[in-house]
Nanobody, 119 residues
Framework: QVKVVESGGGLVQAGGSLRLSCVVS????????MAWYRQAPGKQRDLAAR???????LYADSVKGRFTISRDDAKNTASLQMNNMRPEDTAVYYC?????????????WGQGTQVTVSS
């Protein structure tokens, strides 16, 4: 059974930094893309950053230049370094892991971690 667990959320002042981590465990073949989504109160869940299996990062315009996504395939982890944070970054952040099984790609989600940025 695949399990995705996030950590690192919390409260930070505007301009500050936080680092989120995600660990994927379970008997899968390999990891494909990994991503961080976020959902603010009353809004839909949106992509913040994605990192492909070859290490190519992709960012939403709203976080470009401030957030950095990385992965460590040896440890089945992904991280999101968030700098120069803004109140509008406040949201629940979810890790998404796309797992490669023989003949299929399946998405798994973590439970989410709260990030709050105070002005």
């Amino acid at each position: 059974q695949v399990k995705v667990v996030e950590s690192g959320g919390g409260l930070v002042q505007a301009g500050g930094s936080l680092r989120l981590s995600c660990v994927v465990s379970g008997g899968f073949f390999s990891l494909d893309a990994m991503a961080w989504y976020r959902q603010a109160p009353g809004k839909q869940r949106d992509l913040a950053a994605r990192i492909l299996s070859d290490g190519t990062p992709l960012y939403a315009d709203s976080v470009k230049g401030r957030f950095t996504i990385s992965r460590d395939d040896a440890k089945n982890t992904a991280s999101l370094q968030m700098n120069n944070m803004r109140p509008e970054d406040t949201a629940v952040y979810y890790c998404n892991a796309r797992v490669r099984w023989i003949g299929a790609l399946v998405d798994y989600w973590g439970q989410g971690t709260q990030v709050t940025v105070s002005s």
